[in-house]
């Protein structure tokens, strides 16, 4: 339902994202809510793991391995989609030099011993994190995610909100895109500080442009009968054997943590 000539249906129009991965693996099956939860439950026990037990952490990479090999996922495919935690990897470097406490001489330099366990956390929990998102946002297109939140009860609101987000973001990219098309078209480019004004009064003029796509969307969905809630098109159900499965990855997390608090 919208004023810009498309149709939304449920919580999204559908369409698939650049992160997703087109397949018909047994993952890619799996109810989208069954998903979220096994991906936070895993993420839940890998923050959980003390920073000492290197080897879980190895032991969860193992085990996404195995869940990209499911999903037929290429390792290419998910390094590169890996690369978005890349400051959070320049912050984990300076750890070890600004971090107080115990230092030790590492090829000529000075680091801190709790900077670097520090740094070892943060590289560690946080890449596997990312990568267990990464192999959710590949299996799982965005209007199936959004059906699985809403599907784990979350606030109606706040799904209505990250489903108009993804759809009229890129409905704005584009008027930028033709925005920009518009200015090349008449000789313009930007060059230096002089040009600045310029970049402004279009910023202002997207702006004012998306402002009052907004009101006529909310406008046409009004009279369309909108109250505050979206109708539930597709209701998302899982067996309890698609829940067994998308759960044997936090649950063998779950084991291997136990196992590093305790050895």
Known sequence: M??????SHGVSSGGAHRLYRHGHSPVHGLPPHTKLAAVFAFVIVVVSTPREAMWAFAVYALLLAAVAYAARVPAGFLLRR???????VA???LMPFVAEGERIEVLGMSLSVNGLWGAWNVL???TLGVAASVLLASTTELRELLLGLQRLRLPP???QIASFMIRYGDVIADEMRRMRIARESRGFEARGVRHWGVLAKSAGALFIRSYER??????AMVSRGYTGSMPVIDEV???RAQWSYALALPVAALVV???GWTL
């Open 124 to 126: 560690a929990k946080g």
């Open 91 to 93: 912050f984990a470097v």
């Open 82 to 88: 890996l690369l978005i935690e890349v400051p959070f």
């Open 157 to 159: 609101l706040l799904v």
């Open 237 to 239: 159900t899982a067996s």
């Open 257 to 259: 943590c136990l196992l």
């Open 214 to 219: 907004g009101e006529r969307v909310h406008l």
């Open 2 to 7: 919208g004023a810009d000539g498309g149709t």
